[in-house]
């Protein structure tokens, strides 16, 4: 038999249930039904990842719900969070990802570091969110426009090195870009770049054996992506 859909709202308050005396806020009489609360959790990654993608499409044409906001929604959250999707992204202001997906207060696991790199602490982060959150989508989100990839590229075109501590990011960046051409022109180059600095993350996560692991038994799935700062779009990579 199949197990029975559940909503996060459900979760979340079965989850406050066992911890009766701990939080007031998990109260149903506080709480008001909206229609994306009615929505199933996801259980497998295309279902996370089918959620994100119309979050998406719902920024993009400036019809977003800013659900899971209220008040009444964030009390369920202080005993517990049950996040469907975790993204390892940029630190840029202008890619937030709970915007960006249309999601709001413990719908995601967010990593943000510049460059969407992968070091020592983001690789912790994520163990946390897969072995304890069980989040079974994983995106390594880039971005058009991102700096320390331009850095990167302008370092390696023999531009004037960067202050010591972005000169730390761009060594993790620089070599997921050494099969650039670097004659392409500057928009095509860079637009290139933040690609590769994507596949290059996914890459690096691929190669840790409890994400072999996890990706051979088919706990968890890893997908890359680049959000595009002129339209808003998300857009996956094969």
Same mark, same amino acid.
């Given at each position: 038999?199949?197990?029975?859909?559940?909503?996060?709202?459900?979760?979340?308050?079965?989850?406050?249930?066992?911890?009766?005396?701990?939080?007031?806020?998990? #109260?149903?009489?506080k709480?008001?039904?909206?229609?994306?609360?009615?929505?199933?959790?996801?259980?497998?990654?295309?279902?996370?990842?089918?959620?994100?993608?119309?979050?998406?499409?719902?920024?993009?044409?400036?019809?977003?719900?800013?659900?899971?906001e209220?008040?009444?929604?964030?009390?369920?959250?202080?005993?517990?969070?049950?996040?469907?999707? #975790?993204?390892?992204?940029?630190?840029?202001?202008?890619?937030?990802? =709970?915007?960006?997906?249309?999601?709001?207060?413990?719908?995601?696991? #967010?990593?943000?570091?510049?460059?969407?790199?992968?070091?020592?602490?983001?690789?912790?982060?994520?163990?946390?969110?897969?072995?304890?959150?069980?989040?079974?989508?994983?995106?390594?989100?880039?971005?058009?426009?991102?700096?320390?990839? #331009?850095?990167?590229?302008?370092?390696?075109?023999?531009?004037? =090195?960067?202050?010591?501590?972005?000169?730390?990011?761009?060594?993790?960046i620089?070599?997921?870009?050494?099969?650039?051409?670097?004659k392409?022109?500057?928009?095509?180059?860079?637009?290139?770049?933040?690609?590769?600095?994507?596949?290059?993350?996914?890459?690096?996560?691929?190669?840790?054996?409890?994400?072999?692991?996890?990706?051979a =038994?088919?706990?968890?799935?890893?997908?890359?992506?680049?959000?595009?700062?002129?339209?808003?779009?998300?857009?996956?990579?094969?």
């Amino acid at each position: 038999m199949s197990r029975p859909l559940i909503t996060r709202r459900q979760w979340l308050l079965g989850a406050c249930s066992a911890g009766v005396g701990l939080v007031s806020g998990c #109260t149903t009489s506080k709480l008001g039904l909206g229609a994306i609360d009615t929505e199933p959790y996801p259980s497998t990654p295309e279902q996370a990842l089918a959620q994100l993608q119309a979050g998406n499409l719902r920024f993009m044409d400036d019809q977003p719900l800013h659900a899971h906001e209220q008040a009444s929604w964030r009390s369920m959250l202080v005993a517990t969070q049950k996040p469907f999707a #975790t993204v390892i992204g940029c630190s840029d202001s202008r890619v937030p990802p =709970e915007l960006i997906f249309d999601v709001g207060f413990g719908d995601i696991f #967010t990593i943000r570091l510049a460059g969407n790199i992968i070091a020592e602490d983001v690789i912790g982060s994520l163990q946390y969110a897969v072995a304890h959150l069980h989040t079974r989508l994983v995106i390594v989100l880039g971005h058009e426009g991102c700096g320390a990839v #331009t850095a990167t590229v302008e370092e390696m075109l023999h531009k004037p =090195e960067e202050p010591k501590h972005i000169e730390s990011l761009i060594k993790i960046i620089k070599p997921g870009l050494a099969n650039l051409n670097m004659k392409l022109d500057r928009d095509s180059l860079l637009h290139a770049a933040v690609e590769a600095n994507v596949r290059w993350s996914m890459r690096q996560l691929m190669v840790l054996p409890e994400a072999k692991r996890a990706l051979a =038994e088919k706990q968890v799935r890893l997908l890359g992506a680049v959000y595009e700062l002129n339209t808003g779009r998300v857009r996956f990579l094969d």
